[in-house]
């Protein structure tokens, strides 16, 4: 119903789509409802001279944010 709302189409117009279809939509908009309408933030690097613990945690984060980005925007859409 949400995507009827936001395009303006109707149960019946989104129920005719291909199912494939429908299912990228929905995920656009679980991905939408997750990052928001700004984006995710982005991470920052530590200040120079910072701990190397912090550079590793900055690494991980940095790495999980690319497999979400992956996950979330395939084919490069994010």
């Given at each position: 119903m949400e995507l009827a709302l936001r395009t303006g189409w109707t149960p019946?117009?989104?129920?005719?789509?291909?199912?494939?279809?429908?299912?990228?939509?929905?995920?656009?908009?679980?991905?939408?409802?997750?990052?928001?309408?700004?984006?995710?933030?982005?991470?920052?690097?530590?200040?120079?001279?910072?701990?190397?613990d912090a550079y590793r945690r900055w690494g991980e984060a940095r790495r999980a944010r690319a497999a979400f980005d992956a996950a979330a925007f395939p084919e490069g859409e994010g």
């Open positions: 019946g117009t989104i129920g005719s789509l291909p199912a494939a279809f429908r299912r990228a939509c929905h995920w656009r908009l679980w991905v939408g409802a997750v990052v928001g309408p700004e984006g995710l933030p982005p991470l920052a690097a530590p200040e120079p001279g910072a701990p190397a």
